[in-house]
């Protein structure tokens, strides 16, 4: 398309002209000043870039460079018009209309005379016959021409959206009304005078060029009130400045605004389209009724679908129409240019061309460049914040992203571009949208801008610029991780390949974030070095960030456990949250608020947009099991698992008000009536209770279901209640007598999911309405009729939970395979599912004002939007718990494995007095198995740490060197036992199979292993004082032993249960056994004798033995209720350990000895002294926040702080 040439293919014209009229092409040198020219540079910028001196470029290379280029064109070219006199030259279209030449051959002879009374017949200027659509604007605009007589019509649009052929087709529709039809075309960039004298030359009037502009002007105007003519003119953005803003045209230019407004304010007969991709600013002024502004859009689906220019082979669906219109502008240069001629490659398949160009988007990118090439800096940088942000934003949005007020006039020159959207045009609602043609390109220059920075520039691009926003919806901002975030890690990961690279790298860059002088401006670089931490999933334990804004930064991990943030800002920071199991949702009718409810207890109050904490309402520990809303907002109902209900007045900050405390069963369901004067609950066996909430008196307690109550739904008038339960029944009741009105029930098969009162087609009238599940589809029954209404139409499985909106438009369904379906329930078709890959979803609410759906499933509630069902906002427990744990000495710490492929270390620290993570390693997954720990030992010396895993695999991690052994080390199956010797130089392992094998670490040799010697797993492992014997026991009950060459000694057997604990004497002559028998037995090694078999009492469960510090024997028991040490030896009781309610699921040792480490299913972990029985400490290594110090922290609610406590952390 015209206008659209890039400078490649305009050098390649130049350069063959030039070859006409000399020996040589064009010049290196030459190259440089016209792509210069090109993008109209200065002669100084030009210089500058080019490493030349600006008087050698502007006195001697250009003025010989334009004299060649004027005798190879055959027009005058200058700096300024080199573009349009290149393009106009590839064109063939060179034009004289200041005067008509009429050449008559006569007898032989040529005679030439000049007409000014006879102008020659007008014509189009090129054919509009296939042109199609835009039908509604023609029809408009030709009336605004002809019956209103309109004087100036500015139409404007995006390169390649079809201006001229619009143009050309309204004058071809409308031109029958004027005596004269003329076309101009101004690339050449005609001068204001110039132009006026072209204009009254056509319309056959004398004048003189050197006339006043203003002269002319009048006599113009004056010919088109007699005269009634259209008048195109063309290409007029040619004569706009670069790099300012749009419609500001060049000095020498300025006056064509005293043209336009003249044409538009003085009276005359005639019409003037003025075509351009940038209107003049004073068209803004002028506009009216005899001025308008016309921006002429890209074509819709089935205006592409009528273009003239398809083959007849064409294979396309309605899906791909809607793609040009939407992802390529609907602009007929691209559809033209680009898609048309790659059809026959895709079989003349428009959804697979579509689908090729979508993976490869570089082909539009000279297109948008040439677009973009007119932008000013102040319009670049908002284009990169709608380019981070991936969603509309208000002038107020871009100025605190930006840390200046953007001036309105950069607002609307993208807009008037056509580069940005306006849904508004007053504030707070103006806001801009990016079109998804620019999204690809904008990204592409944006991180290669920074990818060719140097250091600094790099540094200076990080403070300045977010790449994840804390205030983003979860789609945009896991835009931003898997785009921005990948990219800008992956460029500093190839200058820090390894993690002390990393390291080092994010603590040094951070520290200079601290010193950096303090600026009015926005500092994202602490934020997105937090964010590539972690990306990287790098700790930062000895970082200090006090003082740092940390904008953006995602701290949503237990990653950042033991970190320091004290004194930060934490205003715009992700932070945590703490979500429990089968929480309960429910959505404030009045204002932009989530309550959550779960089974720990808590009553957790959210912000909608934002994400954060607002209140937290906690009294009592029981699961929640209802909640709800009152009408006015005001009031948060809630009913937990002991039989109470409370009521919340949020707008207080007082405590709980106790409503009710006599219920035998939980709620299963909480509602208000319409005029907030009744409240109703169902409970688990069927019950309906109606308080009426003045008086707190019960009205009715009415026996409704022989199961629980799963949905209850109030009439719009507040006098009738549908409920429906577990016994396949809903029932409609009058509240005034408590008496049922209709009855649903169900067949067996038959499973009901909620309640409602939809709008009727009956004036002023509602539709009880019941939905289910029935033969494994989804059925909307009325109730009256018992009739099925609405079947949707493909099947459902078994589902979890239902959902209506407010106004029975969508249904929500969770089935048993953790997916969500929505459904459309007057076309019957699913909208959209979403998948939670991680648990059932048991909780579905709608929002009662739009169309936005909330889920919630253990430890996870989400916002969607409906229908696309993409994700607004996570509220997640960021929970990794303890899998495996063991103790580690020489310092004391501990080692625990956890969900995310990591081994931690914990150490006691004396400063902070508490429990601090040390080290953070992520396990090898070898070929990206996902593979997980079943064991973890650690040595004493030197300092190994060895993982077991359910692969067969085992890793080494070297602590002195701090690297995971590059050794292979594996067994048939899962790993079960693994054990160093005291000199910690070798490692016995078991597997699932009953196999054992033993390796020398210092050697790093395989020494031996004994395939299934026992016929079930091993259970654990231990070697004999000297390293010299090797001890394995088994879940086959017996013990096995075994020297350093592999040679089988004694088998044992006695015990009932499996063997899973052995310990040997420290002069080696004794094993001591613990069994799940509840024994533990004590055997001569030379011989295999039994010597001892002691049982504390039929219920203890054998944990670990152990030896004390004067070597005697230790057997760890517990009872569920007690820890106990006894010495084996005496059977005495040395020590008792006092526990909580909570079950144990690990006990064990240290590798000498002296420490015991248990971990409880609340996640609480102790240490206890063996020989003392005296606790040495206590932690909580799955929370989030485990030892981070928020002490003196900006940004922060009282309700936020209390949660981060709750999560680990702490003021010192």
């Given at each position: 398309?015209?206008?659209?040439?890039?400078?490649?293919?305009?050098?390649?014209?130049?350069?063959?002209?030039?070859?006409?009229?000399?020996?040589?092409?064009?010049?290196?040198?030459?190259?440089?000043?016209?792509?210069?020219?090109?993008?109209?540079?200065?002669?100084?910028?030009?210089?500058?870039?080019?490493?030349?001196?600006?008087?050698?470029?502007?006195?001697?290379?250009?003025?010989?460079?334009?004299?060649?280029?004027?005798?190879?064109?055959?027009?005058?070219?200058?700096?300024?018009?080199?573009?349009?006199?290149?393009?106009?030259?590839?064109?063939?279209?060179?034009?004289?209309?200041?005067?008509?030449?009429?050449?008559?051959?006569?007898?032989?002879?040529?005679?030439?005379?000049?007409?000014?009374?006879?102008?020659?017949?007008?014509?189009?200027?090129?054919?509009?016959?296939?042109?199609?659509?835009?039908?509604?604007?023609?029809?408009?605009?030709?009336?605004?021409?002809?019956?209103?007589?309109?004087?100036?019509?500015?139409?404007?649009?995006?390169?390649?959206?079809?201006?001229?052929?619009?143009?050309?087709?309204?004058?071809?529709?409308?031109?029958?009304?004027?005596?004269?039809?003329?076309?101009?075309?101004?690339?050449?960039?005609?001068?204001?005078?110039?132009?006026?004298?072209?204009?009254?030359?056509?319309?056959?009037?004398?004048?003189?060029?050197?006339?006043?502009?203003?002269?002319?002007?009048?006599?113009?105007?004056?010919?088109?009130?007699?005269?009634?003519?259209?008048?195109?003119?063309?290409?007029?953005?040619?004569?706009?400045?670069?790099?300012?803003?749009?419609?500001?045209?060049?000095?020498?230019?300025?006056?064509?605004?005293?043209?336009?407004?003249?044409?538009?304010?003085?009276?005359?007969?005639?019409?003037?389209?003025?075509?351009?991709?940038?209107?003049?600013?004073?068209?803004?002024?002028?506009?009216?009724?005899?001025?308008?502004?016309?921006?002429?859009?890209?074509?819709?689906?089935?205006?592409?679908?009528?273009?003239?220019?398809?083959?007849?082979?064409?294979?396309?669906?309605?899906?791909?129409?809607?793609?040009?219109?939407?992802?390529?502008?609907?602009?007929?240069?691209?559809?033209?240019?680009?898609?048309?001629?790659?059809?026959?490659?895709?079989?003349?398949?428009?959804?697979?061309?579509?689908?090729?160009?979508?993976?490869?988007?570089?082909?539009?990118?000279?297109?948008?460049?040439?677009?973009?090439?007119?932008?000013?800096?102040?319009?670049?940088?908002?284009?990169?914040?709608?380019?981070?942000?991936?969603?509309?934003?208000?002038?107020?949005?871009?100025?605190?992203?930006?840390?200046?007020?953007?001036?309105?006039?950069?607002?609307?020159?993208?807009?008037?571009?056509?580069?940005?959207?306006?849904?508004?045009?007053?504030?707070?609602?103006?806001?801009?949208?990016?079109?998804?043609?620019?999204?690809?390109?904008?990204?592409?220059?944006?991180?290669t801008t920074f990818f060719k920075a140097q250091e600094a520039e790099q540094m200076t691009w990080l403070s300045r610029y977010a790449l994840i926003q804390a205030n983003a919806p979860e789609m945009v901002r896991q835009w931003q991780r898997e785009t921005l975030l990948s990219a800008v890690a992956a460029h500093f990961e190839a200058q820090c390949p390894t993690a002390g690279d990393k390291q080092r790298f994010l603590s040094d860059t951070l520290q200079a974030s601290r010193v950096a002088p303090s600026s009015t401006m926005p500092d994202y670089r602490p934020g997105n070095l937090i964010n590539l931490a972690h990306y990287w999933q790098i700790p930062l334990l000895e970082v200090d960030l006090h003082g740092l804004t940390l904008q953006g930064a995602d701290l949503q991990s237990d990653l950042f456990q033991g970190l320091s943030v004290a004194g930060a800002d934490l205003t715009h920071t992700l932070l945590a949250k703490p979500m429990g199991q089968c929480p309960v949702v429910a959505l404030n009718p009045q204002r932009e608020e989530v309550a959550i409810g779960d089974q720990d207890g808590r009553l957790l109050l959210w912000d909608l947009q934002s994400g954060r904490l607002q209140r937290a309402m906690?009294?009592?520990?029981?699961?929640?099991?209802?909640?709800?809303?009152?009408?006015?907002?005001?009031?948060?109902?809630?009913?937990?698992?002991?039989?109470?209900?409370?009521?919340?007045?949020?707008?207080?900050?007082?405590?709980?008000?106790?409503?009710?405390?006599?219920?035998?069963?939980?709620?299963?369901?909480?509602?208000?009536?319409?005029?907030?004067?009744?409240?109703?609950?169902?409970?688990?066996?069927?019950?309906?209770?109606?308080?009426?909430?003045?008086?707190?008196?019960?009205?009715?307690?009415?026996?409704?279901?022989?199961?629980?109550?799963?949905?209850?739904?109030?009439?719009?008038?507040?006098?009738?209640?549908?409920?429906?339960?577990?016994?396949?029944?809903?029932?409609?009741?009058?509240?005034?007598?408590?008496?049922?009105?209709?009855?649903?029930?169900?067949?067996?098969?038959?499973?009901?999911?909620?309640?409602?009162?939809?709008?009727?087609?009956?004036?002023?009238?509602?539709?009880?309405?019941?939905?289910?599940?029935?033969?494994?589809?989804?059925?909307?029954?009325?109730?009256?009729?018992?009739?099925?209404?609405?079947?949707?139409?493909?099947?459902?499985?078994?589902?979890?939970?239902?959902?209506?909106?407010?106004?029975?438009?969508?249904?929500?369904?969770?089935?048993?395979?953790?997916?969500?379906?929505?459904?459309?329930?007057?076309?019957?078709?699913?909208?959209?599912?979403?998948?939670?890959?991680?648990?059932?979803?048991?909780?579905?609410?709608?929002?009662?004002?739009?169309?936005?759906?909330?889920?919630?499933?253990?430890?996870?509630?989400?916002?969607?939007?409906?229908?696309?069902?993409?994700?607004?906002?996570?509220?997640?427990?960021?929970?990794?718990?303890?899998?495996?744990?063991?103790?580690?000495?020489?310092?004391?710490?501990?080692?625990?494995?956890?969900?995310?492929?990591?081994?931690?270390?914990?150490?006691?620290?004396?400063?902070?007095?508490?429990?601090?993570?040390?080290?953070?390693?992520?396990?090898?997954?070898?070929?990206?198995?996902?593979?997980?720990?079943?064991?973890?030992?650690?040595?004493?010396?030197?300092?190994?740490?060895?993982?077991?895993?359910?692969?067969?695999?085992?890793?080494?991690?070297?602590?002195?060197?701090?690297?995971?052994?590059?050794?292979?080390?594996?067994?048939?199956?899962?790993?079960?036992?693994?054990?160093?010797?005291?000199?910690?130089?070798?490692?016995?392992?078991?597997?699932?199979?009953?196999?054992?094998?033993?390796?020398?670490?210092?050697?790093?040799?395989?020494?031996?292993?004994?395939?299934?010697?026992?016929?079930?797993?091993?259970?654990?492992?231990?070697?004999?004082?000297?390293?010299?014997?090797?001890?394995?026991?088994?879940?086959?009950?017996?013990?096995?032993?075994?020297?350093?060459?592999?040679?089988?000694?004694?088998?044992?057997?006695?015990?009932?249960?499996?063997?899973?604990?052995?310990?040997?004497?420290?002069?080696?002559?004794?094993?001591?056994?613990?069994?799940?028998?509840?024994?533990?037995?004590?055997?001569?090694?030379?011989?295999?004798?039994?010597?001892?078999?002691?049982?504390?009492?039929?219920?203890?469960?054998?944990?670990?033995?152990?030896?004390?510090?004067?070597?005697?024997?230790?057997?760890?028991?517990?009872?569920?209720?007690?820890?106990?040490?006894?010495?084996?030896?005496?059977?005495?009781?040395?020590?008792?350990?006092?526990?909580?309610?909570?079950?144990?699921?690990?006990?064990?040792?240290?590798?000498?000895?002296?420490?015991?480490?248990?971990?409880?299913?609340?996640?609480?972990?102790?240490?206890?002294?063996?020989?003392?029985?005296?606790?040495?400490?206590?932690?909580?290594?799955?929370?989030?926040?485990?030892?981070?110090?928020?002490?003196?922290?900006?940004?922060?609610?009282?309700?936020?702080?209390?949660?981060?406590?709750?999560?680990?952390?702490?003021?010192?």
């Amino acid at each position: 398309m015209s206008g659209l040439m890039g400078f490649d293919e305009a050098f390649r014209a130049a350069d063959l002209a030039v070859r006409a009229v000399r020996s040589e092409g064009l010049r290196d040198i030459e190259r440089v000043v016209l792509e210069g020219s090109w993008k109209r540079h200065t002669y100084h910028k030009i210089a500058s870039k080019a490493g030349y001196t600006e008087g050698y470029l502007s006195r001697d290379v250009g003025p010989a460079l334009w004299d060649v280029l004027s005798k190879a064109l055959g027009v005058q070219v200058k700096k300024t018009n080199f573009r349009t006199a290149i393009e106009r030259w590839s064109e063939q279209t060179q034009l004289d209309h200041a005067e008509s030449l009429l050449t008559t051959v006569t007898n032989g002879s040529t005679a030439t005379t000049t007409l000014l009374t006879d102008p020659p017949a007008d014509v189009l200027p090129f054919d509009v016959t296939d042109f199609r659509g835009r039908e509604a604007a023609l029809s408009t605009l030709g009336h605004w021409v002809v019956e209103e007589r309109g004087r100036l019509l500015c139409v404007s649009g995006l390169p390649g959206v079809g201006k001229s052929w619009f143009a050309v087709k309204l004058a071809d529709h409308v031109r029958k009304e004027f005596q004269r039809f003329i076309y101009e075309d101004l690339r050449d960039r005609p001068s204001p005078s110039n132009l006026v004298h072209t204009l009254l030359s056509r319309l056959a009037v004398a004048s003189d060029p050197a006339d006043p502009l203003a002269d002319q002007l009048d006599r113009l105007v004056q010919t088109l009130a007699v005269r009634p003519s259209l008048i195109v003119l063309d290409r007029t953005e040619t004569l706009c400045c670069p790099q300012t803003l749009a419609g500001v045209y060049e000095p020498e230019f300025t006056d064509y605004q005293d043209i336009l407004r003249a044409l538009a304010s003085r009276e005359h007969q005639s019409c003037i389209i003025w075509v351009g991709r940038e209107l003049p600013r004073a068209t803004s002024a002028i506009a009216g009724s005899s001025c308008q502004r016309y921006w002429l859009e890209g074509l819709s689906p089935e205006e592409i679908a009528s273009l003239a220019v398809w083959p007849e082979l064409l294979d396309a669906t309605s899906t791909a129409w809607q793609r040009l219109s939407h992802d390529y502008g609907g602009l007929p240069s691209l559809i033209l240019s680009e898609i048309v001629p790659r059809l026959p490659s895709f079989g003349h398949r428009l959804d697979n061309c579509l689908t090729a160009l979508q993976q490869e988007k570089r082909w539009a990118y000279a297109y948008v460049e040439a677009w973009l090439a007119t932008l000013s800096e102040a319009e670049w940088q908002v284009l990169i914040w709608m380019l981070i942000s991936q969603r509309p934003l208000s002038a107020k949005q871009l100025s605190e992203y930006l840390g200046i007020a953007i001036p309105f006039t950069v607002l609307e020159s993208l807009c008037d571009r056509g580069i940005c959207r306006a849904f508004g045009r007053a504030e707070p609602t103006w806001e801009l949208a990016l079109p998804e043609l620019l999204r690809p390109y904008l990204c592409d220059r944006w991180l290669t801008t920074f990818f060719k920075a140097q250091e600094a520039e790099q540094m200076t691009w990080l403070s300045r610029y977010a790449l994840i926003q804390a205030n983003a919806p979860e789609m945009v901002r896991q835009w931003q991780r898997e785009t921005l975030l990948s990219a800008v890690a992956a460029h500093f990961e190839a200058q820090c390949p390894t993690a002390g690279d990393k390291q080092r790298f994010l603590s040094d860059t951070l520290q200079a974030s601290r010193v950096a002088p303090s600026s009015t401006m926005p500092d994202y670089r602490p934020g997105n070095l937090i964010n590539l931490a972690h990306y990287w999933q790098i700790p930062l334990l000895e970082v200090d960030l006090h003082g740092l804004t940390l904008q953006g930064a995602d701290l949503q991990s237990d990653l950042f456990q033991g970190l320091s943030v004290a004194g930060a800002d934490l205003t715009h920071t992700l932070l945590a949250k703490p979500m429990g199991q089968c929480p309960v949702v429910a959505l404030n009718p009045q204002r932009e608020e989530v309550a959550i409810g779960d089974q720990d207890g808590r009553l957790l109050l959210w912000d909608l947009q934002s994400g954060r904490l607002q209140r937290a309402m906690l009294s009592v520990s029981q699961a929640i099991r209802a909640i709800a809303f009152s009408p006015d907002g005001q009031v948060l109902a809630e009913g937990r698992q002991d039989g109470t209900i409370r009521f919340w007045d949020l707008s207080s900050d007082l405590g709980p008000e106790q409503f009710a405390d006599y219920l035998e069963e939980a709620l299963t369901t909480l509602a208000f009536s319409p005029d907030q004067s009744l409240l109703v609950g169902g409970d688990e066996v069927g019950h309906l209770y109606v308080w009426r909430i003045a008086s707190g008196e019960e009205v009715h307690c009415l026996a409704a279901h022989t199961g629980a109550v799963t949905a209850i739904a109030f009439s719009p008038c507040g006098k009738r209640l549908l409920s429906c339960g577990q016994d396949c029944a809903a029932l409609e009741w009058d509240l005034s007598t408590g008496t049922s009105l209709k009855r649903f029930q169900g067949r067996l098969t038959t499973r009901l999911g909620v309640v409602a009162y939809r709008p009727s087609l009956a004036a002023e009238l509602v539709q009880a309405i019941v939905v289910g599940r029935d033969e494994g589809q989804l059925i909307v029954w009325d109730m009256a009729s018992a009739r099925p209404q609405f079947i949707m139409n493909e099947p459902c499985e078994e589902f979890m939970t239902l959902a209506l909106s407010a106004d029975a438009r969508y249904l929500a369904a969770s089935d048993v395979s953790n997916t969500v379906s929505v459904w459309d329930i007057e076309s019957r078709s699913r909208l959209c599912q979403i998948t939670e890959p991680s648990a059932l979803v048991e909780s579905l609410v709608f929002n009662p004002n739009r169309a936005e759906l909330m889920t919630g499933c253990d430890y996870t509630v989400q916002r969607w939007k409906i229908p696309s069902g993409q994700c607004l906002r996570i509220w997640r427990s960021n929970r990794h718990p303890a899998r495996q744990l063991a103790l580690s000495t020489r310092p004391l710490q501990i080692l625990s494995s956890h969900d995310d492929h990591t081994l931690r270390s914990w150490q006691f620290s004396e400063t902070r007095q508490r429990w601090l993570p040390q080290a953070r390693l992520q396990i090898p997954t070898p070929n990206d198995h996902q593979d997980a720990v079943r064991v973890i030992a650690s040595s004493q010396s030197p300092a190994y740490w060895a993982v077991g895993m359910e692969s067969g695999h085992i890793h080494l991690w070297n602590r002195s060197d701090q690297t995971w052994l590059e050794w292979s080390i594996r067994l048939p199956k899962a790993i079960t036992a693994l054990a160093f010797s005291p000199a910690g130089d070798r490692l016995a392992a078991g597997d699932a199979t009953g196999t054992v094998a033993l390796w020398d670490l210092a050697q790093r040799i395989f020494h031996w292993q004994k395939t299934q010697v026992h016929a079930d797993q091993v259970m654990t492992l231990t070697f004999a004082p000297d390293g010299q014997q090797v001890y394995s026991g088994s879940r086959d009950r017996t013990i096995r032993t075994w020297d350093f060459q592999g040679i089988t000694g004694l088998t044992l057997a006695g015990h009932r249960r499996r063997v899973h604990t052995l310990k040997v004497s420290i002069d080696g002559r004794h094993l001591y056994s613990g069994s799940q028998d509840g024994t533990v037995r004590t055997w001569q090694i030379s011989n295999g004798t039994l010597l001892d078999n002691w049982q504390q009492h039929d219920t203890a469960y054998i944990l670990d033995i152990t030896l004390d510090e004067q070597n005697r024997p230790i057997a760890i028991i517990s009872d569920t209720q007690t820890l106990t040490l006894w010495d084996i030896e005496s059977h005495t009781c040395r020590a008792t350990c006092a526990l909580d309610e909570e079950t144990l699921w690990h006990v064990s040792t240290s590798p000498d000895g002296q420490s015991l480490i248990c971990a409880r299913q609340n996640g609480e972990i102790s240490l206890w002294s063996v020989t003392s029985g005296q606790q040495q400490g206590k932690l909580r290594l799955d929370r989030p926040y485990e030892g981070m110090q928020i002490g003196g922290c900006l940004g922060l609610t009282e309700p936020e702080r209390q949660m981060l406590y709750s999560l680990g952390a702490s003021d010192h």
